[in-house]
């Protein structure tokens, strides 16, 4: 699968944000848990949310519950974070990311995607 990051840019502390991520190369299914990573200049790519495909279940990080919401749309085969009450902490480069992988926790690892996107910049300002 590929994927495309958009929604990116510029924005002023408690902005708003939606970033998209639209997959191509087949259709995604009941197996695909869909992500977003962050990463910021000289630290690790963490964990934001995530999306099980098969039933629309969500985890969010601790930093971004009750900002950040994840969704998706089937038919576009693409999925959303919309971004709410926008911190100059969330400064970072963000990822899309797939995994097909099963766990009994959640995904949280960036070592358990296969498949990411080329990232997207998102700046708030102070």
């Known amino acids: 699968v590929q994927l495309v990051e958009s929604g990116g840019g510029l924005v002023q502390a408690g902005g708003s944000l939606r970033l998209s991520c639209a997959a191509s190369?087949?259709?995604?299914?009941?197996?695909?848990?869909m992500a977003w990573f962050r990463q910021a200049p000289g630290k690790e790519r963490v964990f934001v949310a995530l999306?099980?495909?098969?039933?629309?279940?969500?985890y969010y990080g601790d930093s971004v519950k009750g900002r950040f919401t994840i969704s998706r749309d089937v038919a576009k085969n693409t999925v959303y974070l919309q971004m709410n009450s926008l911190k100059p902490e969330d400064t970072a480069v963000y990822y899309c990311?797939?995994?097909?992988?099963?766990?009994?926790?959640?995904?949280?690892?960036?070592?358990?995607?296969?498949?990411w996107g080329q990232g997207t910049q998102v700046t708030v300002s102070s």
């Open positions: 990311a797939d995994s097909q992988r099963y766990t009994a926790a959640w995904n949280v690892l960036p070592g358990m995607y296969d498949a």
């Open positions: 190369g087949r259709t995604l299914g009941e197996y695909d848990t």
């Open positions: 999306i099980k495909w098969k039933d629309s279940t969500t």
